[in-house]
């Protein structure tokens, strides 16, 4: 019994419009929060930037990557519920209204209208009837005729269906909100570095260390900038072939704004750079002057001629600390631990130096490598029926509100042939232009068909 | 020799004038110079339409070729013309022009920023690589014009409450409004009508960046400060549909909103950086 109440009440809640206002809020508040506070950094760096108390609190709360935090999540979830319910709740109501046809008009309940207008026609029924339609069919669409024995009675609406554009925008914030989910359970987002001349199957997931391994291969045959006169990049582009079970099967260009999708997976042009293939260097043995030159290979141990040591490129930079490139060479003694330094390439710098040899750069010769924003997600094209259902949904109910005219005539009591009229109208949006097109109408009807006789014209 | 600049800066000091004819107008209870601020308003807006079409010309002109709405000189002058634009076909379906006040100088001081400050690079510069694409258009056209439409309404808010608080005699200098309903009916519809603009903004930015940058929401500060301002607004929407809120609260919620368009238009770019930098670039 208990646990039935705590579900109505959790029902009831869910069901409240002041929860959709209050969620709403509550997400902007939150989203606020997020954009202050920069997203995405490591512990280390909210202990520089913060301190050492502040770290406890942005790390329960997620702060540094709010928008994929449990609680962040949970609230999508209250709304997306709170649609829901709501839809529950009311579609029923609204869609009873919708198919409901009124089978009579009281004329009573036409006088107590906030818009009305009462009037008797000089002209015989017949001809009134006739002009009293065609009158109104002219602004306010057809009449339809649910006449009495003795009187006429007739609605005239459009945009009947406007009340159900709510639903649309509704039922396309959870299609959106659904093709987010899929697309974050069933596809993938990372990246790849392809050097120039490689080809490469391995995807480096986003926000992970894990890996995820192609069917087919990407080889970079080609990267290139162009440049503007002023300096500013004009264009990065990557000459690419699709390699499957050893056969090229596809050959393209790839441009920023021009992705290329193949089996699924879209490829995009996001960065470039490059990497250190070898340098050519001169040591100098500080103590014996002795002068060595020779080729040292990126992250691989290279003999020095002549000693017991060994060299090898640990990194590289194409621009240090804006002092050009550098790189961090490692030298092991004898086979001891190695020491490292940076060794800037295009100058000889004092500070060029490691362990006992000084360091002169004469060639370092780069491979260019380009850089892939790797995507799947099959859960993109219920975003996209999402967003064209919104736009369908919000511009109607903007552009079509519901409007519904009532019109009842009969003959005048005193019976001298002329016959008393009673309109009245209500609309659900943009009431002062139906009100000011009501009166309009008012007015001309009761310059053509007769005199006024009361009736409240706000 | 007539340049886009020149049209520009004639434009700027137009709009200044159409903004003391209308408030000289509300000021001194004169229709007929309020009428002639319409009739500078409508002149002035032409004129910023052919600078703006000159401008696009020069771009191909010095080679660069594209439409001038790329960069935060470029879009503050949209952003003048659209509030314009939105501004006059509302009077001219209300035939209400005191409302004219608050979009003419909004219109202006637009105009100013772009022109007279420093931290704003009025020359025509090319395309980055990711701003080469149509949705470029799409998303900066619909963009301002919701925050047109936000700017409008946020005038007509501060009308609302100015009114509302001050019940002054008739020919006092608000006497020249429309009564209260009709303000806040307005200021309805322009709000729903910047709704529908900004969420096709959203859709198109989000749209694009799914074909730049490979996703369509990356939590990027100014995407999320377009949701942040379209969640305030879709509160305001429901509070008056729901909860039935009229007038003052929705003239608050309407002025808040505005304030969040602001944000999202310089805060995040001053203060905030992310994907959208370019935007500030000088």
Redesign the interface.
């Known amino acids: 019994m208990q646990k039935k109440g705590l579900w109505q009440g959790i029902y009831q809640k869910l069901a409240s ?2 929860l ?2 209050v969620i ?2 509550v ?2 508040a939150a ?2 929060v ?3 506070m920069p ?1 995405g950094l490591s512990e280390a760096e909210i202990q520089r930037h913060y301190g050492q108390r502040a770290i406890w609190f942005i790390t329960t709360f997620g702060l540094n990557d709010l ?1 994929h935090t449990g609680w962040f999540r949970l609230l999508l979830l209250i709304l997306s519920a709170n649609l829901v319910v709501c839809t529950i709740e009311r579609l029923p109501k609204t869609l009873k209204v919708f198919r409901r046809r009124e089978e009579q008009v009281d004329p009573e309940k036409l006088a107590k209208c906030s818009l009305n207008c009462q009037f008797t026609s000089n002209l015989p029924r017949d001809e009134t009837e006739a002009r009293l339609i065609s009158i109104i069919a002219e602004d306010f669409g057809t009449v339809q005729r649910i006449d009495g024995a003795d009187h006429l009675a007739g609605i005239a609406e459009k945009g009947r269906w406007s009340p159900l554009m ?1 639903y649309v925008v509704h039922l396309s914030v959870l299609l959106v909100l659904c093709g ?1 989910l899929v697309g974050s359970i069933f596809g993938f ?1 990372g990246f790849m570095n392809i050097l120039e001349g490689e080809a490469v199957s391995e995807v480096t997931l986003e926000g992970s260390d894990r890996g995820l391994n192609l069917p087919f291969q990407v080889r970079c045959d080609k990267f290139d900038v162009s440049y ?1 006169d ?1 300096g ?5 582009r990557s000459d690419l072939t699709l390699i499957r079970d050893g056969k090229e099967v596809l050959k393209r260009e790839l ?5 290329l999708t193949y089996d699924g997976v ?1 490829f ?1 042009q ?1 960065s470039y750079g490059a990497i250190l293939k070898d340098a050519e260097v001169e040591l100098t043995d500080r103590k014996s002057g002795a002068v060595r030159r020779l080729i040292v290979l990126f992250r691989e141990w290279v003999d020095i001629p002549g000693t017991r040591d060994r060299a090898q490129i640990l990194r590289f930079d194409e621009d240090f600390r804006q002092l050009g490139p550098a790189m961090v060479m490692l030298i092991s003694r004898d086979g001891k631990e190695p020491a490292g330094s940076w060794i800037l390439i295009d100058r000889d710098f004092h500070g060029n130096k490691v362990g006992n040899y000084k360091v002169r750069v004469l060639r370092a010769s780069r491979i260019p490598y380009t850089g892939l ?3 799947q997600d099959p859960g ?1 094209w219920l ?2 029926l999402g ?1 064209a259902a ?2 369908v949904g ?2 109607l ?2 552009y079509v509100s519901h409007r519904k005219l009532w019109v009842w005539a009969e003959a005048d009591t005193p019976g001298k042939g002329g016959t008393k009229i009673i309109i009245a109208g209500r609309t659900n949006r ?3 232009s139906f009100e000011k097109k009501f009166n309009r109408l008012c007015d001309r009807l009761q310059a053509e068909l007769g005199q006024e006789g009361g009736g409240s014209k706000p | 020799m007539i340049t886009s600049s020149i049209l520009l800066a004639i434009t700027t000091f137009a709009y200044l004038l159409c903004a003391l004819l209308y408030l000289s107008g509300v000021i001194f209870h004169r229709r007929t110079i309020m009428f002639w601020g319409s009739v500078t308003g409508a002149a002035t807006l032409a004129i910023q339409m052919a600078g703006i079409i000159l401008r696009w010309w020069e771009s191909y002109q010095i080679g660069y070729g594209h439409a001038p709405l790329s960069n935060l000189y470029e879009s503050l002058v949209f952003a003048a013309w659209a509030i314009m634009l939105i501004y006059l076909v509302m009077e001219y379906r209300t035939k209400q022009r005191a409302l004219g006040v608050f979009p003419s100088l909004f219109a202006f001081l637009a105009m100013a920023y772009a022109s007279f400050s420093t931290g704003v690079n009025s020359k025509i510069q090319p395309l980055l690589p990711a701003l080469k694409s149509n949705w470029l258009i799409a998303h900066v056209v619909t963009c301002f014009i919701g925050y047109a439409a936000f700017a409008v309404s946020f005038g007509i808010s501060i009308l609302y409450i100015a009114r509302q608080s001050r019940q002054e005699p008739s020919g006092g200098a608000l006497s020249l409004l429309p009564d209260l309903r009709q303000l806040d009916e307005l200021n309805y519809q322009m709000v729903l009508f910047g709704f529908l603009w900004l969420s096709l903004g959203i859709i198109t930015g989000s749209v694009w960046a799914d074909l730049a940058w490979g996703t369509y929401w990356s939590w990027d500060p100014k995407e999320t400060w377009s949701l942040i301002t379209w969640l305030i607004y879709a509160a305001l929407l429901h509070a008056r549909a729901v909860k039935g809120w009229r007038g003052n609260r929705v003239a608050w919620l309407s002025i808040i909103g505005f304030c969040c368009v602001l944000f999202t238009y310089f805060g995040v770019n001053f203060l905030l950086g992310g994907l959208h930098s370019y935007a500030n670039m000088k």
């Open positions: 419009p002041k959709t206002v709403f809020l997400l902007a989203s606020v997020g954009t202050l997203q928008y709510v987010a987002k503007y002023n500013m990049p004009r264009e990065f441009r920023v704004n021009d992705p879209t995009y996001s924003q790797v995507k993109v975003v996209w967003f919104m736009l919000i511009g109910t903007y943009n009431e002062i």
